[in-house]
């Protein structure tokens, strides 16, 4: 049987703002993809400014993806090193 919260989550889904944003919600939600594959911080951070950049953020998210891909590039390198 589905609790109150969960009936309301889920006839609200499509127009929560703070779980359900509609820059994440065009198939598959970023965070479901992103725990779905295990990824991590940086990984995770990525997706997140890839997937929204058009509906959200702009060039500006384009930029956000690029810096978190390279402190990923620089911290394997270190490590593997």
């Known amino acids: 049987m589905m609790s109150s919260y969960q009936k309301t989550d889920k006839v609200n889904k499509k127009h929560d703002n703070v779980r359900h ?6 198939g598959i939600e970023m965070w479901d993809y992103a725990y779905s594959q295990g990824l991590g911080f940086f990984e995770g951070n990525i997706l997140k400014y890839i997937t929204r950049w058009k509906d959200k953020g702009g060039i500006e998210d384009l930029y956000k993806a690029k810096a978190y891909l390279d402190k990923l590039i620089k911290n394997n390198e270190i490590k593997n090193s």
């Open 21 to 26: 944003p509609k820059h994440y919600t065009k």
